[in-house]
Each structure stands twice: as C-alpha cells, then as structure tokens.
C-alpha cells in the first residue's frame, strides 16, 4: 500500500479553493513522489518498527509513558533517528514528525506508530490498513475546533449553526477558512451541510489569518484556549471537530503479516493498559477490629467506595496474647481511585479501620486486556 503526497491537493499556502474540489486528481503527467518505499511491500526486513514523534510536543511525554511501563527506548546517539527498546526483542525505534509516522505505516516503512488522534484522522484518513490498538493513552488531549474573531460581523455569532446562516456567505463570497487540516476541514463542512467555504492552509500560526484578512475563521488544534484567546478568537458551539489525544497505531498488513508483530503488539498493550490502569489508583491497606474475616467484610462493603477492584481482600493479623494465638483484627486492602481517596478514608474510619496505608500502584494486571480481544475480532483472527 502506498500513499502519495498530497500533490494535486488543490489546497495551496495563501490560495482558495471550494472543498467541494479537494478530491479531484489532476492529469498524470506530473512526476509522482512517494511517501516512503517505492517498492511498497516487498521490503524483507526483519526488524519490528515503531515510529516514535522525533520532537514537538508529543516527544517527551511519549518517551515519559513507555519508560513507566518499563519500555525505555535506548538512544545512541540524540541525533541519531534510530533507537531500541531491550525490553522489546527485534524492535527498532525510529524518531520521525507525528505525519510522517502515519504516512510510513501505511507505505509499510513502519509497524507500529504513537501519535495524536488528529494526525492519524488527517493523514490516515481512514485508510482501513490502520487500526487504532489503544486510543487513549492519556496526554496530548487538545482538540480541532473551529475559531472566528469575536468581533466586527461574528460579534453575536456564537455557534456552527448561527454562522453557517449568516447572510455574508455566498458562492462569490464564502467563508474562507484557514487551516493546516485540509482532509478534516472540507470533510467537517461538507457533513454539517456549510456549502459556501472555502479553505487555504499555511504550517502555522494561524491565529493570524482573521486579523490580517486572509481569513474569517481559522480550524486549528486548541488545548488551553490561550493562544485563540490572545487573538480576539473564540470557539463556537458545535464547532469542535475532533477531541484528540495520543493514540497506539499499527498497521493491519503488519500485523497479520509481518512475524513478531501481533505479538509484540500484544505485549505494548498489556503493559500499557496495565499502567494506565494503575495511575488513576491507589492501594489502601488498614487495619480493623473484628469477629471475623465474613464479619469485617460486611462492614467493608456496606460502603460505596470501598468495594476495590474485584473486592476487598481480608486477611486476619495474628497476635500473642496471654501466650495465646488469636485474630483480634483484620488487614483489609483494597484499590482505590485516586479521586474517591478522601472519602474512601473517611468510611473506612466510620467503619473502625485504623493504621491506613497508602501507596502508589504500578500496573494492574486483568486476566485479559478488553483492548486485544477488540484487536483479534478487528483482524479477522
Ligand atoms: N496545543 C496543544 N496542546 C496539546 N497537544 C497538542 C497541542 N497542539 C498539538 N498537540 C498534539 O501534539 C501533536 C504534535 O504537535 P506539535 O505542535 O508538536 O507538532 P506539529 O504542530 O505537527 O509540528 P510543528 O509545530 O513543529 O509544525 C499534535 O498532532 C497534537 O496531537
Ligand atoms: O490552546 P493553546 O494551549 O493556546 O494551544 C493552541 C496552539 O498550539 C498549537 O500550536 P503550536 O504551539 O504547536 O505551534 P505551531 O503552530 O507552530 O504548530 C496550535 O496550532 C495552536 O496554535
Ligand atoms: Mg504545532
């Protein structure tokens, strides 16, 4: 499978174009550039590849993840683009920008990839060669979401619908839209009925374009709202397109084809499941007094928040008294989200625990992830 560089695109820096032309090819007899390996795939490698964001935002958080799912990638050298994972056998790590691993893996140059949901939605768009493995790893999150100026003509303009209805926007004059999305932009209009748009792109900084009059509104990735805000912009009701965050990708010819990828698809989302899992909990131990291990557990569960993971364990705590053996108390513990810590302490306390232990959790290890068995039935398998 091979993709073209978007060549006869009909979206250009600074110029306009109606979406409803984006998709129309223009004659062959342009030289064709290939994304990646002209010789598609019958490349023999060996090797497991995984492409990795070689700088940009997304770098260092992706590098941060794997590392706590003890999956640290082993860099040489800082400039150099290739790297290793030991933990993961006859895997390469190779740095590239977040689009040229979406591009790589659908010309089979990669097997695996970590980006943003917006790159793989604009430049995979759809391709059916890529499977989405995990699709929330829980960093990156910002969203692309239309933005107009909050003054002059949009003053009172305060939704999609409002502004798809403004008088201004004819077929002589229609709304002109500034972004570097230019597969999800025209796709976005086109879906909620907006005719008369047209769209130009530029690589950034398009907050500008509204005040410098090239545009009237801008479709662009938005996170803390700062950057629109500082340019008298404003997102508009119904006119989020896409929430995104960084997401695990491969290849579906890889993985059905390519030895030792499934299974170190696998072995990914195990340990990524399991970490993510993990952060958002705590392990609380503690003690209470107690008949028995049935009677402290009726107490346990009469709270809301104190059920765990599958329930709580109770063990009892031997002590030597009057040079006797007895079970005067109970060790209880239990998983608990880190948002419910608080109260989950206080209704242990109203139960009679004491002595609570809290520590952080690493991974937390179902019998099988959900996410893989989504994966096979995907794949056919
Ligand atoms: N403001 C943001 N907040 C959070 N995540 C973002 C934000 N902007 C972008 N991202 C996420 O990070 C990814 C990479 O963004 P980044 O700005 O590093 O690269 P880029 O814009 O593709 O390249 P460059 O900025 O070098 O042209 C985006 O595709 C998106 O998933
Ligand atoms: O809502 P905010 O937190 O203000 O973030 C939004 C900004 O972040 C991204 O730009 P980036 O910093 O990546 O610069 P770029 O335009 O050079 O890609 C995006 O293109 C917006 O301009
Ligand atoms: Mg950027």
Redesign the pocket.
Known sequence: MMMSLPLHSSVKSGNWCCYASLSVPQPQAEPQVLNGNPGGRGSDRKEIRLGL?S?????ADTLELLKNCQLSVKQVNPRQYVAEIPQLSNMEVWFQ???DIVRKLLSGDLDLGI?????VSEYGQSNEDLIIVHEALE????RLSLAIPQYGIFENINSLEELANMPQWTEEKPLRVAT?FTYMGPKFMKENGLKHVTFSTA??ALEAAPAMGIADAILD????GT?LRENNLKEIEGGVVLE???VLIASRKSMIQRKGVLETTHEMLERLEAHLRAIGQFTVVANMRGSSAEEVAERVLSQPSLSGLQGPTISPVFCKRDGKVTADYYAICICVPKKALYKSIQQLRAIGGSGVLISPLTYIFDEETPRWRQLLSELGL
Not at 55 to 59: A, C, E, P
Not at 115 to 119: I, R
Not at 139 to 142: A, F, M, T
């Open positions: 964001p700088k940009g935002r997304m770098s920008r977040p689009k980006v943003g949901l917006d790159t960093y990156g999150d910002c570097g690589d950034g990735l938005v996170s803390s950057t995104s965050q960084a």
